[in-house]
């Protein structure tokens, strides 16, 4: 994939540097797209060409370091993009195949900081600690854990990430958990965190991780 007009992005609060550019998803089938968290389907109920022109940019990481692109030449030899944000409006846009090129914000991935998606639990605390417990959650620490009030439980039947995270798709789909955006200052309802998903692990093949699984910073 070859980008021959871009310009630099600042993201709001972030002293990291974006590449600003764009990219038509129907014609441009030379770089591989890599996603890392399930969708609810929240665009694909319609056709609408109106709806794709007022999407805000989609954010993607590249092994590229755009620290030392030269604003004057052509940026080369991307293969692969790692989808950052924009899931929702990605399925749409491919589900539809709209023949439009759509604006995109590509950053390092020496840049990308993962932080897990706050979840609030539905539910009182010690009902939703007893069911951790059922399901062999103990007061631990472990690289693969649930934090509730900087208290970590952790199963030592869990091995890896993806098993962590298939737990929580089990506490989400039983109505236990609701995602809650990191950035709401006003929530008083009790949270919990998973270990965070780093950017290498996104690349497993054939594996997505649960909606609202990941914060990543920066952000439009």
């Not at 129907?26 to 968290?37: A, F, G, K």
């Not at 539809?96 to 539905?122: E, M, R």
């Not at 199963?155 to 990191?182: A, G, H, W």
Request: glycine fraction near 2%; aromatic fraction near 14%.
């Amino acid at each position: 994939m070859i980008f021959k007009e871009f310009k630099k992005y600042n993201f709001n609060n972030s002293e990291v540097r974006g590449i600003m550019t764009s990219i038509n998803f129907s014609r441009d089938n030379n770089v591989e797209i890599v996603l890392h968290e399930e969708t609810s389907g929240r665009y694909e109920q319609v056709r609408d060409i109106e709806i794709v022109k007022a999407f805000p940019p989609l954010v993607f990481a590249t092994d590229v370091d755009l620290d030392f692109i030269n604003f004057q030449e052509s940026i080369k030899q991307i293969k692969k993009l790692t989808l950052l944000d924009g899931h929702h409006r990605f399925e749409h846009l491919t589900l539809y195949n709209y023949d439009y090129s759509v604006p995109i914000v590509l950053i390092s991935n020496k840049d990308v900081k993962v932080q897990s998606y706050n979840s609030k639990i539905n539910g009182d605390k010690q009902s939703f600690i007893e069911f951790l417990i059922s399901n062999n959650f103990k007061p631990s620490s472990s690289k693969y854990f649930i934090d509730i009030e900087d208290c970590q439980y952790s199963n030592t039947d869990v091995n890896n990430i993806y098993e962590l995270y298939d737990f929580k798709r089990t506490l989400l789909k039983s109505d236990l958990i609701t995602p809650t955006p990191n950035d709401r200052g006003d929530i008083e309802d009790l949270i919990l965190n998973f270990t965070p998903v780093q950017l290498i692990e996104f690349h497993k093949e054939n594996y997505l991780f649960p909606p609202k699984s990941t914060w990543i910073s920066p952000r439009i």
